[in-house]
């Protein structure tokens, strides 16, 4: 099982990015793909989550109206468009993925990806 995560960077206070996120091997046929972040010197924590279909997200509140969470047309890809960016959502930003369910609970999800570097300055 691989997931692959990549588009990070750095970017001013307000500015965008977007971060991929690639799937294989998976023992599923479908799949719940979620994004979580980790702070320096803080827990990891629930960014958002899709379904299988594209159809149903689900996002944390600190993040709800300016990030945006899609599949590609290939299933296996999972999409985080975040605009607005602010100093504090600078975090190592992992991907991850479980059967079912859009829940936030990290024990939750099965596979996890190395993380992508986001930081934002001000």
């Known amino acids: 099982v691989q997931l692959v995560e990549s588009g990070g960077g750095l970017v001013q206070a307000g500015g965008s990015l977007r971060l991929s996120c690639a799937a294989s091997?998976?023992?599923?046929?479908?799949?719940?793909m979620g994004w979580f972040r980790q702070a320096p010197g803080k827990e990891r924590m629930f960014v958002g989550a899709?379904?299988?279909?594209?159809?149903?997200?689900n996002y944390a509140a600190s993040v709800k109206g300016r990030f945006t969470i899609s599949r590609g047309n290939a299933k296996n890809m999972v999409y985080l468009q975040m605009n607005s960016l602010k100093p504090e959502d600078t975090a190592v930003y992992y991907c991850?993925?479980?059967?079912?369910?859009?829940?936030?609970?990290?024990?939750?999800?099965?596979?996890w990806g190395q993380g992508t570097q986001v930081t934002v300055s001000s």
């Open positions: 899709i379904s299988w279909s594209g159809g149903i997200t």
């Open positions: 091997g998976l023992p599923f046929s479908s799949y719940v």
């Open positions: 991850a993925v479980r059967f079912s369910g859009l829940g936030a609970s990290e024990a939750d999800y099965d596979y």
